[in-house]
């Protein structure tokens, strides 16, 4: 600074603008060392750096390397250098050494926070992390540390000894914790809803303690907004959310594909053997007819390896009704343009109870928007509904009060006919 000056003042320029230009120039340079220092660490030495983890055997280096562990070190350089510069600033080098302090204690929050991520996905690794994960006491960690270098900041702002302003806060935590109990709790849940990726604006999220079924329109400090499907808004706080469990549609809508899981019950009463009628039948079903020409080929292969006698159903294998339409369903569902095709797709029997055997489908549609969903799900068990009586299958139902007034007065209706008639003795 000496130098430059003098030299300026030998030009013939006065001495107070020389002053601002030697400042001026100096900044310069500390910009122009900042940079070059910045290009050699990034480009030269962090590349060598990742070039050497990237060979070795090592997991945890490739982890340090994701999580950008060495570029938050290497941002610490221009701070450096501008520390060691501030003596160089006369009258505001004090000035010039806090602001330094700042941002070398900002990035090192930012290095130590990387590191703490990187120590968690090594940990994940193991085996034990199964049984007893580290996140939650690496989020205590954070959040220490947060207020650590939020201290060390306000003191170096001050000029002060942070030890001494942490006796300060300390007698007043108790008082703002008792008065800012809320807003303290969502704060913290803010900070665990954000850093876990539990909410965001847009979700759909469903919690009904709170009467919340509906998509998140604002999160604010203290309070989650919810507008349900039918308009109203719910405000729900944002402590509530980390202490009590809500469901989050956001997985069904990026996994592209909604679930149907609905039963139809059989009655156990029209389950039967397939008989030769039926089987021709079957065969002129689209859906079955290479289906039954195998299962034939298949039963009466096993049949003849063991004798058995098919005069009757009771010995060796036989095509049952229930069975036939269960496989019809199931073609059904993998012909089905609007199911997802790379979704687990089944139809299976649940055991039977009071109402009948439960026959379940379990699939999922190509779209998640409500509405449609709703369609395709109808669309799929009306014509479910239809074609069990074509396998001589029989939908339970409990009695109406109409089937009781049919039977009190004799009269039945016909499927078939679909006209009333008398019930002979």
């Known amino acids: 600074m000496a130098y430059i000056g003098e030299l300026l003042l030998d030009y013939g320029i006065d001495a107070s603008i020389a002053i601002y230009l030697s400042y001026t120039l100096l900044v310069f340079l500390i910009i122009i060392l900042c940079i070059i220092g910045n290009i050699i660490t990034k480009k030269i030495i962090l590349k060598l750096v990742a070039r050497i983890i990237r060979r070795n055997r090592h997991q945890w280096n490739n982890i340090l390397l994701e999580r950008k562990v060495f570029t938050w070190i290497a941002n610490i350089l221009p701070g450096i250098i501008v520390y060691l510069f501030a003596p160089a600033f006369i009258n505001i080098d004090g000035l010039v050494r806090r602001g330094a302090a700042i941002y070398i204690s900002i990035i090192s929050l930012f290095v130590i926070s990387a590191m703490l991520d990187a120590v968690n996905d090594i940990y994940r690794t193991y085996p034990i992390s199964k049984v007893r994960p580290i996140k939650g006491l690496l989020q205590v960690a954070k959040i220490i540390l947060y207020i650590i270098i939020a201290i060390v900041i306000i003191g170096t702002l001050m000029d002060q000894n942070p030890l001494v302003l942490l006796s300060g806060i300390g007698a007043l935590a108790a008082v703002f914790s008792f008065v800012f109990k809320d807003s303290i709790l969502g704060f913290i849940a803010g900070i665990q809803l954000t850093s876990n990726d539990m909410l965001r604006i847009g ?202 007034k049919q039977i009190s007065s004799g009269i039945t209706i016909s499927r078939e006919a679909s006209v009333p008639t008398e019930i002979q003795d």
Request: aromatic share 14%; charged share 25%; glycine share 6%.
């Open 203 to 404: 979700d759909w999220i469903e919690m009904s303690k709170y009467g919340a079924d509906g998509d998140v329109i604002d999160i604010t400090l203290n309070t989650v907004k919810v507008q349900n499907f039918d308009k109203t808004i719910v405000t729900l706080p944002a402590y509530a959310l980390v202490s009590d469990s809500f469901k989050n549609w956001r997985g069904m809508t990026e996994f592209g594909g909604r679930r149907i899981k609905r039963s139809i019950y059989i009655d156990v009463n029209s389950i039967c053997f397939c008989t030769p009628e039926m089987i021709d039948k079957f065969k002129k079903i689209n859906y079955l007819k290479d289906y039954i020409i195998e299962k034939e080929n298949e039963l009466l292969s096993y049949n003849r390896r063991y004798n058995a006698d098919t005069d009757t159903y009771i010995n060796g294998k036989h095509m049952t009704n229930i069975g036939t339409f269960r496989i019809y369903i199931e073609y059904y569902l993998q012909n089905n343009p609007r199911l997802h095709k790379g979704m687990t797709q089944l139809v299976r029997q649940l055991p039977p109870g009071e109402n009948g055997l439960p026959l379940e489908i379990y699939a999922f549609t190509d779209d998640t928007k409500w509405e449609h969903y709703e369609g395709i799900q109808a669309d799929i068990f009306d014509h479910i509904f239809s074609i069990a009586e074509e396998f001589g299958l029989r939908i339970f139902q409990n009695p109406t009060g109409f089937d009781v």
